[in-house]
């Protein structure tokens, strides 16, 4: 699964991480992470679903699902970076960012 392998080296680099911390976060051991990493190897779909939280991402995103948005990818790249910087803002940060972007979008109607 070469867009997982791929997935988690890009989440990692935008975390600023190593594969070593990823692991930690995740809690797995460090040679089991680095094959999922590498591509050597898939994890079931607890094991996807432990990452994908502990990376603060989703499953659709690692593996690489295609949406409406492919088709837009500077959009999605805006909307991942987007969705992975909230996943540090407190809910009162984020609730001021939705009363933002939904201000945005009722100006223009």
């Avoid at 939280?53 to 995103?61: F, I, K, R, V």
């Avoid at 909307?79 to 100006?107: H, K, P, Y």
Wanted: charged share 30%.
């Amino acid at each position: 699964m070469e867009i997982f392998a791929k997935r988690l080296q890009e989440r990692a680099k935008q975390l600023g991480i190593s594969n070593a911390e990823a692991a930690r976060r995740v809690g797995l051991e460090e040679r089991r992470y680095a094959h999922y990493a590498s591509g050597r190897r898939e994890p079931d779909l607890a094991t996807l679903k432990t990452i994908s939280e502990a990376l603060g991402t989703t499953p659709n995103w690692l593996l690489g699902v295609i949406d409406k948005l492919e088709k837009e990818p500077e959009k999605a790249a805006l909307i991942d970076r987007f969705s992975n910087a909230a996943s540090g803002m407190t809910r009162e940060e984020l609730e001021l960012c939705v009363i933002q972007a939904e201000a945005i979008v009722a100006s223009k109607k």
